[in-house]
């Protein structure tokens, strides 16, 4: 924990190095800061539909 | 579940080994058992006349004239609606057809055979670009163009190809994807090639030199030639692949521009459906998003082959042509469809993907589970009948076929 809080103001001092996973509006709005951004694409499985979710894992179990 | 797995390891191999050539065109009515008159194939699942889109009707009444079945395009139209006619989907008829897909017993149809294992698929003959009956187009001019294929080109490229040893399908595909061709919206190289097969029988077995000029002039002339090549070529590969036991590999896809249906291996041949997708593309000048039809078509069967949208890669210059946008971003097409397949295929591979093959064989599970929808290079109609085509561009297909296809294999596996 205490490495974490010296670390905090080098954090917000340097520039950041983002990477995105999943809503690409975030990224998309760093982008129009400037902010160098690698988005991961990344959705809940099954649009997160439980009952699907559930019959992929018997389909593929 | 390891039945699931060797199953679609079995379905993969029936893709990867199918050897597709092009053997003969004769007319429907000879060589599609049942098809009868007043008998009308359709692209898509199965529809009735009252939920068909603009398009399609308008296609229906051009070709009830075309067949003689009616005097004109209103008497065709009321035939249509009280019943006269018996609307089928191509799919039942080991045929394919682009867009509204008319199918009936006079006109001319491509015969591609799967070498491998015997089967036959149909397509009709590509009538060009501009009005065509493929985008609901039905004047005069539409009507004395299929009459001239069903007269003059389909038999002379009949007579053609029964007197060779066909034209072999797979090595020419193979060719066109490093040429720049994708099969679904371009097809400038095959088209090339394709000619270059013909016409030295062509010439041998022509009677007529000025025929064998208009014959070559048209094939020359129309850069989609062989996307109907293509679409029977995707249908002698698949239909081997039906009705495998507990495989999830999807065998066709294919919209009528009102529903979007697919099938899948282990449930036969029924369709999972759901409302078609509107394309987004680039528009003819004095067109626009208004005017166009939703999806249509059987050409997604090249898709289900790998081709189309999923060799992307393979043409940049369509993703300029259907707004996908930049040439680089072709790849993603490419890499995203290789997330929702089994497999991949080594003899037709994209140079710049570093030979990859195209991405084989949709797997209704990756679908669901990635949420990654086929994606799908399509021309435009527009939506009114008679008008014909107005753009091209790129649709998803619907996922809720897919999740509506795994509940059915669920149920058909007995694990819903």
């Known amino acids: ?61 | 579940m390891e039945k699931i797995e060797k199953a679609n390891e079995e379905a993969l191999r029936r893709m990867l080994t199918a050897d597709p050539v092009l053997i003969d065109v004769r007319p429907a009515g000879e060589v599609l058992s049942g098809l009868g008159e007043r008998m009308i194939l359709h692209a898509g699942p199965p529809i009735e006349w009252a939920r068909m889109c603009g398009p399609m009707r308008g296609a229906i009444a051009g070709i009830a004239v075309f067949e003689g079945w009616a005097q004109d395009l209103e008497e065709a139209a009321q035939l249509a609606e009280s019943g006269a006619f018996d609307f089928r989907p191509n799919h039942d008829f080991q045929a394919v057809g682009p867009m509204t897909g008319m199918t009936t017993q006079s006109q001319p149809v491509m015969i591609v055979e799967n070498r491998t294992t015997g089967n036959r698929s149909y397509c009709a003959i590509n009538e060009g670009l501009g009005k065509v009956m493929r985008f609901g187009g039905n004047d005069a001019e539409v009507l004395d163009r299929l009459r001239w294929l069903r007269d003059v080109l389909g038999p002379a490229l009949g007579t053609a190809l029964r007197q060779s040893d066909g034209v072999a399908l797979k090595a020419l595909i193979a060719r066109g994807l490093t040429m720049g061709d994708e099969m679904h919206q371009r097809n400038v190289a095959c088209s090339g090639l394709l000619l270059r097969a013909l016409s030295p029988d062509l010439a041998r077995t022509a009677t007529d030199t000025a025929v064998l000029a208009e014959s070559l002039s048209f094939i020359g002339g129309n850069d989609q030639f062989f996307l109907n090549v293509a679409m029977a070529t995707g249908k002698a590969i698949m239909d081997p692949v039906r009705n495998i036991e507990g495989s999830t590999i999807v065998t066709a896809m294919s919209r009528n521009g009102t529903d979007f249906g697919i099938r899948v291996s282990g449930t036969g041949d029924t369709w999972f459906t759901a409302p078609v997708e509107m394309p987004e593309g680039l528009y003819f000048p004095g067109f626009s998003a208004e005017d166009a039809n939703p999806d249509m078509g059987d050409s997604t069967i090249v898709e289900t082959v790998g081709l189309g949208g999923f060799a992307m890669a393979a043409a940049p210059a369509v993703a300029g042509f259907v707004g996908a946008g930049s040439a680089s971003a072709a790849a993603l097409f490419t890499r995203d469809m290789a997330e929702i397949t089994a497999g991949e295929n080594p003899e037709w591979t994209i140079p710049s993907l570093d030979y990859q093959g195209v991405p084989t064989g949709i797997d209704i599970r990756l679908v669901v589970e990635s949420g990654v929808a086929p994606t799908i290079n399509t021309g435009i109609a527009h939506k009114e009948p008679g008008r014909g085509q107005v753009g091209a561009g790129v649709v998803k297909a619907p996922l809720a076929c897919f999740e509506a296809a795994l509940v059915g294999f669920a149920e058909a596996m007995g694990v819903a």
């Open chain 1, 1 to 61: 924990m205490s490495d974490t809080k010296d670390d905090a103001p080098g954090l917000l001092n340097a520039p950041l190095h983002v990477v995105n996973v999943g809503l690409e509006g975030f990224a998309r709005d760093l982008e129009a800061h400037d902010v160098p951004v690698v988005q991961v694409e990344w959705s809940l499985p099954a649009r997160g539909n439980a009952k699907l979710a559930d019959l992929l894992s018997k389909l593929s179990g």
